[in-house]
Each structure stands twice: as structure tokens, then as C-alpha cells.
């Protein structure tokens, strides 16, 4: 049962991200995604642990341009908050 909820659970929190041109990522890698969390005076703080952690990349694509290259990977939660170790 522990197995069902943790494939139930592992697709409903998934992110699309894009970033500067990274050749080197394929799908199935685990990346370390922070995210800023901003405060009421629009000043940014530690690192969100609401969002920020581990993430499994399931989708990767590469563009590829004259004036610019960028990758976009969708993602999947593999953690929930950061750990000492992440």
C-alpha cells in the first residue's frame, strides 16, 4: 500500500522550469530545485521549503537558437522540504 501512495503522489506536484542552455541533464536525474521565498517587503529570504528540494527531472527539451539556447525540463517532487542532506 505504501507503494501505491507513493506513485499516487509522486506525479501531483510537477513544475515546468526553464533555464539557461544545460546540455548535460537527462530525464531521470535528481536536481536540487530552490526557490526564493519573498517577503512582505518584496525582499528575498532563504530558500522556500515549501518548494524547494529534491526534484526527479521527467521530461527534458533543448532549443536550440542563433540568440539563444535555453532548456526546459518538467519535474516531479521527490522530497518534500530540505533535509540536512539535500
Sequence with gaps: SQRKVRYNT???QM???QIPLASY???GQVVKLLFPKINAEGKEDLDS???SGL???TDVRHHFDSTY???TINVARDT???TKNS
Design 80 to 82: 518534500f522540504g530540505l
Design 49 to 51: 521549503p515549501n518548494l
Design 25 to 27: 541533464l537527462e530525464a
Design 10 to 12: 509522486f506525479y501531483t
Design 55 to 57: 526534484y526527479i527531472i
Design 69 to 71: 539556447s535555453l532548456t
Design 15 to 17: 513544475i515546468s522550469v
